[in-house]
Nanobody
């Protein structure tokens, strides 16, 4: 059974950094697109970033461009989200998810994801 487990969240001051990990078990990440999402209290879930399986092309939401970096290590079956220059508005629960390599995309990232993790809390204090 496929399982995604996020880790690395925590409490950090504005301007600080965190690195989130998404460890996948039950299937190989090699052929899947991976996305990171976040949901702030009282707000809808929003896409943060995604990374392709084949060419490892990456895409970012405007709000995180230049501050966040997504990467993948297929040997470890793990995807990372390096978050620098964090802001209070980055606070939320962060989720990773997988999508089929031929999924329909908008802005470079799939519109539909198949498997999700349980999320990890990121809190940025001002």
């Amino acid at each position: 059974q496929a399982q995604l487990v996020e880790s690395g969240g925590g409490l950090v001051q504005a301007g600080g950094s965190l690195r989130l990990s998404c460890a996948v078990s039950g299937f190989s990440l090699d052929y899947y697109i991976i996305g990171w999402f976040r949901q702030a209290p009282g707000k809808e879930r929003e896409g943060v970033s995604c990374i392709n399986s084949s060419d490892r092309q990456t895409y970012y939401a405007d709000a995180v461009k230049g501050r966040f970096t997504i990467s993948r290590d297929n040997r470890k079956n793990t995807v990372y989200l390096q978050m620098n220059s964090l802001k209070p508005e980055d606070t939320g629960v962060y989720y990773c998810a997988t999508a089929h390599p031929h999924a329909v995309t908008v802005g470079g990232c799939p519109v539909q994801y198949d498997s999700w993790g349980q999320g990890t809390q990121v809190t940025v204090s001002s």
